[in-house]
């Protein structure tokens, strides 16, 4: 069903939906951007559509709303050990693109399916989580998504174009086709998805990288160049690290306190500290190249799909200006990078 909503319209049905969804967009956060006299582009949750920002590309995915930057594990004290519960039962809609609906297929892998059972902090969250596309025809300078093979979704509830004052709605959910049916005109609407990249990105074709790679000079630029702030693994999107800290609540008595975990990456300095004092990958091209494979190769021996799903965020927002997306072209020009298409 494809549906015309004016702005009214569709503020009068995330009203009704309200008690049971809470709904999440990129939105502006005046005066509060990384450099002075800019706004931040980022995920929060709206109660109209005239909050969603439709023409930036937020600093950060969609992805701490269900894997929160510092989430608590459990309570304890000197008896009992408890579990937190979810604040918030409702249902959550997020507005966002394909790239990132893709991002998040990844992340449940990873949570989901990577282990001997299912990661129950992930998945109480992500069970409630729907999205609706966000049309997204035109790349950003920085996206490469079509060589990511990431630019067309497959799992979302509903898909919107934003129009002069109001929405474009197209959906195919039995429940929401109902609610739709009662309010706005009907309209054309064919989804358009990005054929080409804002940024041309060719992935290595070869599930077995040459092991010259993996200590090529080229990762001593990195090293040169990296100073380990870690925003590209923050801003990521796929990046799933975390550690786990024990807070107590008085550290005089040591009697009560909580287990946090905690956002963490593999650019950042410690991150593979571990007892004795052992350090692996102490060199910023060492962790550079372990990101890289990671995420166009070591995935995808194990999942059949690159990790990357060609966002360009580490490219937008890494201080020092480092290119990820140029990173991987130097990869694919290496000797016995390239076979069959993957």
Known sequence: MNRLLKNKECNSLLGGLSA????????????????SDTDLITYDQISSVEEIVWDEKTLRSAKEIMFPITETLMRFDQKTISQPSVVDNRGIVIFCRSCDIHAVSRLDKIFLDNGTSPDPYYERLREKIHFVLMECADPFKSCFCVSMKTNIPEKFIAAVR???????????????????????????????????????????????????????????????????????????????????HDVMYDKDSGQAGERRRVWAGCHIDG??????????????????????????????????????VGCGRCDDICPEYISFSNCINKVSEQPGTQGESL
């Open 162 to 244: 934003e129009v002069d004052g109001g929405l474009k709605v197209l959906s195919q959910r039995r429940t929401l086709v109902d609610k739709l049916s009662t309010i706005g005109s009907e309209c054309e609407f064919e989804l358009h998805y990005p054929k080409q990249n804002g940024t041309e990105v060719f992935p290595p074709q070869t599930l077995d990288m040459p092991s010259e790679l993996y200590d090529h000079e080229m990762w001593d630029e990195y090293s040169g160049r990296c100073i380990a702030c870690g925003r590209c693994n923050t801003s990521c999107p796929t990046c799933s690290c975390f550690s786990v």
């Open 20 to 35: 049971d969804y809470r709904f999440f967009a990129p939105v502006r956060r005046a005066g509060r951007g990384r450099l």
């Open 271 to 308: 991150f593979t500290d571990m007892a004795g004092g052992m350090e692996f990958r102490k060199s910023s091209g060492a962790r550079m190249r372990f990101k890289t494979f990671h995420k166009i190769y070591d995935y995808r021996k194990r999942f059949g799909e690159n990790m990357c």
